[in-house]
């Protein structure tokens, strides 16, 4: 399969442990934002996304933080599975020309789940 | 539900070559996109579409073009490939403007 994320960020963690993903995003303008999980060989799959009216979202297992203040956004894992193991992105919805939105990726997260 | 479809899942072209990726959805959704996926660099805009018959320039349109003459499939073509567009596509689609976008398995180009 394709290589993804060869110079990326590393997070290691114990099965069972919490883990935390940082990211930053850079338009204070952006409304939006998404987490996206991508296995490798695989397209990313969406877990869970915040509004910029709110601070926080919770779903199964996870939550998201938003602080507009300083531009930043985490996902929080409850009691990672190695099947948690992945690469971790965080996208913003930000305006675009004519009117439109666009959604623009950061760099990516590796996690890695320990037994 | 085959959600987004695409084609080729590999292709290796020689420097010049011409071909085109095509994506398809069955959801019946508004907006589709094109990506590209190289190391370190997260997942990279070329084009999208916000409707049938509607294409617009995302981050790193040169080289490319798309077409969305039905609702379902958006197409990328490489009129000439060069080996910086070396890369993994991927494909997506969404129903709204901010929403959850779908996406495809990719597409693994190599370009020589």
Known sequence: GESVGLHLPTLSVQEGDNSIINCAYSNS???YFIWYKQ?????????????SNMDKRQGQRVTVLLNKTVKHLSLQIAATQPGD??????AENTPAEGGYNKLIFGAGTRLAVHP | NAGVTQTPKFRVLKTGQSMTLLCAQDMNHEYMYWYRQDPGMGLRLIHYSVGEGTTAKGEV???YNVSRLKKQNFLLGLESAAPSQTSVYFCASSPVVRGKLFFGSGTQLSVL
């Open chain 1, 29 to 31: 303008a952006s409304d």
């Open chain 1, 39 to 51: 296995e490798s060989g695989k397209g990313p799959q969406f877990i869970i996304d915040i509004r």
């Open chain 2, 61 to 63: 349109p040169d080289g």
């Open chain 1, 85 to 90: 193991s992945a690469v971790y992105f965080c």
